[in-house]
């Protein structure tokens, strides 16, 4: 079965640096997300793509928060200067309908020290 | 405001035994109502979901789950408990036709199957 896969699995920063998590969707999927876990909680929805543009933001991503789709393939989630509070799993996810199934990566753990 | 409830942090059941994982939501219209699992240090995994039609959907690894309106609810069950169903479950629903694309998950139970 296709899969999303993200990178890095582990990223380790300290606080008011930049971070680019990486995720590179299934290669028909046109919808594209973020979420985030902390500590093994409650996922919480950050931003969702669709068409080159964002669809949706939540409150928690703010002006540090960023997404792009560069090249068609990759999607990433840039952090431009981290907080202590910023320390989460981060989880990439696609679906090829709005509507359908989300795919999800196996996430990258960022902490923020 | 739109939300889905778990009311149980945990839930304990002996293998072989039914399962029952409680899920109520609180969106306006007809929702898609889906449930993932998450297994230690691993993303979620779709295991089934409800857009319309039979109230009762079938799902991967024996799961399956109930709809019902009246009580805006979506219960994940599973006749026999294997230990390896032992996971956090997530419930998550997605607003019809909203104009959003936002999925919202619950805050996840944990299954302790025990042997």
């Known amino acids: 079965e296709p899969e999303v896969t993200q990178t890095p699995s582990h990223q380790v920063t300290q606080m008011g640096q930049e971070v680019i998590l990486r995720c590179v969707p299934i290669s028909n999927h046109l919808y594209f997300y973020w979420y985030r876990q902390i500590l093994g909680q409650k996922v919480e929805f950050l931003v969702s793509?669709?068409?080159?543009?964002?669809?949706?933001k939540s409150e928690i991503f703010d002006d540090q928060f960023s997404v792009e789709r560069p090249d068609g393939s990759n999607f990433t989630l840039k952090i431009r200067s981290t907080k202590l509070e910023d320390s989460a799993m981060y989880f990439c996810a696609s679906s090829f309908n709005g509507g359908e199934k989300l795919f999800f990566g196996s996430g990258t753990q960022l902490s923020v020290l | 405001a739109q939300s889905v409830a778990q009311p149980e942090d945990q839930v304990n059941v002996a293998e072989g035994n039914p399962l029952t994982v409680k899920c109520t939501y609180s969106v306006s219209g007809n929702p898609y109502l889906f449930w993932y699992v998450q297994y230690p240090n691993r993303g979620l995994q779709f295991l089934l979901k409800?857009?319309?039609?039979?109230?009762l959907v079938k799902g991967s690894y024996g799961f399956e789950a109930e709809f019902n309106k009246s009580q805006t609810s979506f219960h994940l069950k599973k006749p026999s408990a294997l230990v390896s169903d032992s996971a956090l479950y997530f419930c998550?629903?997605?607003?019809?036709?909203?104009?959003?694309?936002?999925?919202?998950f619950g805050t996840g139970t944990r299954l302790k199957v025990l042997a």
């Open positions: 793509f669709y068409n080159n543009e964002i669809s949706e």
């Open positions: 998550a629903v997605r607003p019809p036709d909203s104009g959003t694309y936002k999925y919202i």
């Open positions: 409800y857009i319309t039609g039979d109230n």
